[in-house]
């Protein structure tokens, strides 16, 4: 596993964390005698599952040899034994993180995102606590400040000049509108399950489909009328949108969804969006997701990005880079001279793979270990 997500843009669903504050201090894995605990362990697989969509399907613990499972232990097993490692590196070079420093995080992350507000909303949704996201910083601030002394991540115009004309592909925009919507949630099916659920008898297919009906022609009347108010007086549509709008991603900011591109939106929506004038509200659009009423307010054409307005971006993109590459090679060089003892070898990332691998072996009829032998002997 390599160190690159320690200094991507922060991964707010996957916090790392130093197990400070927790009781169970039983060591499962010695680095150079300073232990990784279970306690530690314990905290990142219980925020893994938690922000998993893959938590939802069942009790994963109550299967920890279960494949899912293994997955996510495989990968925080590897990044605490990189955490520590890097940590020890970090600590044999007197580097140090100050408040400040950390605090010059957090404003830069809440620009980047908006707004203190937005950042609190981000971090309340994933299930992360402001202090456990302060770590979490303090920890980045930590590697780049390593990252920084291992190796040099200076970048030269040079690079930064070659690197945009090499990739002029990622500096191209596409046409985008800027748009708030309200919308009022009307789907058949949801619909039709909801009325069986709800009958005390058996419906038939015809009554059922009637009562569908019905609903469907209440939620389009109710639209309509909204639509008629906010065409009315468009300095209403953000009430409107706080008042009756189902869609809970953006009625709280007014129906506010920001810029966005055609191909980021359901076509019926993207068509209604992008047909019309700056500074109108649409009729009643019928989507799979129920009924929008939408509010055009901005329009910017298709076109490229100057080289001045990119050049701060691909500096921070060329920065990074250099810096994961010296983790990386920081990590390669820390794993070859460092004792690593595992104290439980559950957590040995060796016995976790052969796991993994014999469970692939019996879903694919031993296929798995045939292709592999042969990419082995490819390669020889």
């Given at each position: 596993?390599?160190?690159?997500k320690?200094?991507?843009?922060l991964?707010?669903?996957?916090?790392?964390?130093?197990?400070?504050?927790?009781?169970?201090q039983?060591?499962?894995?010695?680095?150079?005698?300073?232990?990784?605990?279970?306690?530690?362990?314990?905290k990142?697989?219980?925020?893994?599952?938690?922000q998993?969509?893959?938590?939802?399907l069942?009790?994963l613990?109550?299967?920890?040899d279960?494949?899912?499972y293994?997955?996510?232990?495989q990968?925080?097993?590897?990044?605490?034994?990189?955490?520590?490692?890097?940590?020890?590196?970090?600590?044999?070079r007197?580097?140090k993180?100050?408040?400040?420093?950390?605090?010059?995080?957090l404003?830069?992350?809440?620009d980047?995102?908006?707004g203190?507000?937005q950042?609190?909303?981000?971090?309340?949704?994933?299930g992360?606590s402001?202090?456990?996201f302060k770590?979490?910083?303090?920890?980045q601030v930590?590697?780049?400040?390593?990252?920084d002394?291992?190796?040099?991540?200076?970048?030269?115009?040079?690079?930064?000049?070659?690197?945009y004309?090499?990739?002029?592909d990622?500096?191209?925009?596409?046409?985008?509108?800027r748009?708030?919507?309200?919308?009022?949630a009307?789907n058949p099916?949801?619909?039709?399950e909801?009325?069986k659920?709800?009958?005390?008898?058996?419906i038939?297919?015809?009554?059922?489909?009637?009562?569908?009906?019905?609903?469907?022609?209440?939620?389009?009347?109710?639209a309509e009328?909204?639509?008629?108010?906010?065409?009315?007086?468009?300095?209403?549509f953000?009430?409107l949108a706080?008042?009756?709008s189902?869609d809970p991603g953006?009625?709280?900011?007014?129906g506010?969804l920001g810029?966005?591109a055609?191909d980021q939106?359901?076509?019926?929506?993207?068509?209604?969006?992008?047909s019309?004038?700056?500074?109108?509200?649409s009729?009643?659009?019928?989507?799979?997701?129920g009924?929008h009423?939408?509010y055009?307010?901005?329009?910017?054409?298709?076109?490229?990005?100057?080289?001045?307005?990119a050049?701060a971006g691909i500096?921070?993109?060329l920065?990074?880079?250099k810096?994961?590459?010296?983790l990386?090679?920081l990590t390669?060089?820390?794993?070859?001279?460092?004792k690593?003892?595992?104290?439980?070898?559950?957590?040995?990332?060796?016995v976790?793979?052969?796991?993994?691998s014999?469970?692939?072996?019996?879903?694919?009829g031993?296929?798995?270990?045939?292709?592999?032998?042969a990419t082995?002997?490819?390669?020889?």
């Amino acid at each position: 596993m390599k160190v690159s997500k320690l200094l991507t843009t922060l991964a707010l669903a996957a916090v790392l964390t130093t197990g400070c504050g927790v009781k169970n201090q039983n060591a499962i894995i010695k680095i150079n005698d300073k232990a990784i605990t279970q306690a530690q362990y314990d905290k990142l697989i219980d925020q893994s599952i938690s922000q998993s969509p893959f938590g939802k399907l069942g009790d994963l613990k109550g299967n920890k040899d279960g494949f899912l499972y293994l997955m996510m232990e495989q990968r925080i097993v590897n990044q605490l034994i990189i955490q520590e490692l890097l940590d020890q590196e970090a600590d044999a070079r007197g580097i140090k993180v100050e408040n400040k420093d950390v605090d010059e995080a957090l404003k830069e992350t809440m620009d980047q995102m908006g707004g203190r507000d937005q950042l609190m909303e981000v971090l309340k949704a994933n299930g992360i606590s402001v202090n456990d996201f302060k770590n979490d910083l303090r920890t980045q601030v930590k590697m780049r400040k390593l990252a920084d002394a291992a190796g040099d991540s200076k970048v030269t115009e040079k690079e930064i000049s070659d690197f945009y004309k090499k990739n002029p592909d990622k500096f191209k925009n596409p046409e985008k509108v800027r748009a708030s919507h309200i919308l009022i949630a009307a789907n058949p099916y949801e619909i039709g399950e909801d009325i069986k659920s709800k009958s005390k008898k058996e419906i038939s297919e015809d009554e059922l489909k009637a009562k569908v009906d019905a609903v469907m022609a209440e939620k389009l009347a109710k639209a309509e009328k909204i639509a008629k108010e906010a065409q009315a007086d468009k300095t209403k549509f953000a009430q409107l949108a706080k008042k009756y709008s189902e869609d809970p991603g953006s009625a709280k900011q007014g129906g506010d969804l920001g810029f966005f591109a055609k191909d980021q939106m359901v076509p019926e929506f993207a068509e209604t969006a992008f047909s019309a004038k700056p500074d109108t509200v649409s009729n009643v659009v019928k989507s799979q997701f129920g009924y929008h009423i939408i509010y055009v307010q901005d329009r910017h054409a298709a076109g490229v990005t100057p080289f001045e307005k990119a050049k701060a971006g691909i500096e921070d993109y060329l920065k990074t880079q250099k810096q994961v590459k010296a983790l990386d090679d920081l990590t390669a060089a820390a794993k070859k001279k460092a004792k690593i003892e595992f104290m439980d070898e559950r957590y040995n990332p060796e016995v976790i793979q052969k796991k993994l691998s014999k469970q692939v072996d019996d879903a694919t009829g031993g296929q798995a270990s045939k292709v592999k032998e042969a990419t082995k002997n490819n390669k020889k």
